[in-house]
């Protein structure tokens, strides 16, 4: 006697292992927003700083909302300190130098993939090895290299020092990794060169980790401070790292220097930061897909 499919007992889907109870839930959400508010609540703050009066900023009781609503902060930083001039600086050297370091990186990790390059395996762990050397013990042989070649107080120097990224290099080589060899072959069996398959296959096929390492490398350039502390000294050439720098500096009216008052210096960093959140609105959706993909392949 056969049995009806009806009366097959259904099977129960399976418990999922990772699952959280529901207070483990309650407990990791409480905890997802207070870290949220230990990060946002300073962010808060320095705005209302900077949207306060000159008078108000100097008082400490300014905390999440402005008092005395005034914009005279950003308009006296943007035009009494020079910080449109050091704004162009950083967005210039970023967007020029971010652009060559993503596709020199690119072009690099295609060549760390191919099985014809002798010694690629010593090649990547070479690679590798640089990044464990901390940026502060080449501040020395860079700057004397700068110098030797030329480039001290100058835009060439601000963007070719950090042009070769070897976490860049290494991101671009994994996610290449992830894409078929066998695309690649058919495009040679086209007699496609390989620059038009690079161009054409790889390329468009690893757009997210293309976004991940322009975002990370603009964000980067934008924050660099040292390299381009040691190697200006005009102020003409200054980036708005070194510009909030100076405006740490305490200042008096009787010091002889414009006092600077801190909804002036709170203007500052809230225009320093702007750009990063407009570039980040739109990278986001690639960022974490870009990143986990490139460093889960090997």
Same mark, same amino acid.
């Given at each position: 006697?056969?049995?009806?499919?009806?009366?097959?007992?259904?099977?129960?889907?399976?418990?999922?292992?990772?699952?959280?109870?529901?207070?483990?839930?309650?407990?990791?959400?409480?905890?997802?927003?207070?870290?949220?508010?230990?990060?946002? *609540?300073?962010?808060?703050?320095?705005?209302?700083?900077?949207?306060?009066?000159?008078?108000?900023?100097?008082?400490?009781?300014?905390?999440?909302?402005?008092?005395?609503? =005034?914009?005279?902060?950003?308009?006296?930083?943007?035009?009494?300190?020079?910080?449109?001039?050091?704004? #162009?600086?950083?967005?210039?050297?970023?967007?020029?130098?971010?652009?060559?370091?993503?596709?020199? =990186?690119?072009?690099?990790?295609?060549?760390?993939?191919?099985?014809? @390059?002798?010694?690629?395996?010593?090649?990547?762990?070479?690679?590798?090895?640089?990044?464990?050397?901390?940026?502060?013990?080449?501040?020395?042989?860079?700057? =004397? *290299?700068?110098?030797?070649?030329?480039?001290?107080?100058?835009?060439? #120097?601000?963007?070719?020092?950090?042009?070769?990224?070897?976490?860049?290099?290494?991101?671009?080589?994994?996610?290449?990794?992830?894409?078929?060899?066998?695309?690649?072959?058919?495009?040679?069996?086209?007699?496609?060169?390989?620059?038009?398959?690079?161009? =054409?296959?790889?390329?468009?096929?690893?757009?997210?980790? @293309?976004?991940?390492?322009?975002?990370?490398?603009?964000?980067?350039?934008?924050?660099?401070?040292? +390299?381009? @502390?040691?190697?200006?000294?005009?102020?003409?050439?200054?980036?708005?790292?070194?510009?909030?720098?100076?405006?740490?500096?305490?200042?008096?009216?009787?010091?002889?220097? +414009?006092?600077?008052?801190?909804?002036?210096?709170?203007?500052?960093?809230?225009?320093?930061?702007?750009?990063?959140?407009? @570039?980040?609105?739109?990278?986001?959706?690639?960022?974490?897909?870009?990143?986990?993909?490139?460093?889960?392949?090997?």
């Amino acid at each position: 006697m056969s049995t009806k499919l009806s009366d097959r007992p259904e099977k129960l889907p399976k418990a999922n292992r990772n699952e959280l109870p529901p207070l483990g839930r309650v407990i990791n959400a409480v905890f997802l927003v207070l870290i949220f508010l230990i990060m946002l *609540l300073p962010m808060v703050n320095v705005l209302a700083i900077s949207l306060s009066s000159n008078a108000a900023s100097q008082v400490s009781d300014v905390t999440l909302w402005p008092k005395n609503f =005034s914009t005279e902060g950003y308009t006296f930083i943007w035009n009494a300190q020079n910080l449109g001039r050091a704004f #162009g600086n950083s967005s210039f050297v970023s967007v020029v130098g971010t652009l060559f370091t993503v596709f020199i =990186s690119s072009m690099a990790g295609y060549a760390l993939i191919q099985r014809e @390059l002798p010694f690629r395996k010593a090649i990547a762990t070479g690679i590798l090895i640089t990044m464990m050397i901390p940026g502060d013990l080449t501040l020395v042989s860079i700057f =004397s *290299l700068n110098k030797a070649l030329g480039l001290i107080d100058s835009y060439r #120097g601000l963007i070719l020092n950090g042009l070769v990224s070897a976490f860049s290099i290494m991101l671009m080589r994994n996610y290449f990794l992830s894409v078929p060899e066998s695309l690649a072959e058919s495009g040679r069996i086209d007699n496609a060169s390989e620059l038009r398959i690079f161009l =054409s296959i790889y390329l468009p096929l690893s757009l997210p980790g @293309l976004a991940a390492i322009t975002f990370l490398e603009f964000i980067g350039k934008w924050n660099s401070f040292m +390299v381009p @502390l040691i190697i200006t000294t005009k102020p003409q050439l200054f980036t708005l790292p070194i510009i909030l720098r100076q405006l740490t500096q305490p200042t008096d009216s009787t010091s002889g220097v +414009v006092q600077i008052y801190e909804n002036a210096r709170m203007a500052a960093i809230v225009i320093t930061v702007i750009p990063l959140l407009v @570039l980040y609105s739109f990278a986001q959706r690639f960022l974490i897909g870009g990143l986990t993909l490139g460093a889960s392949k090997g």
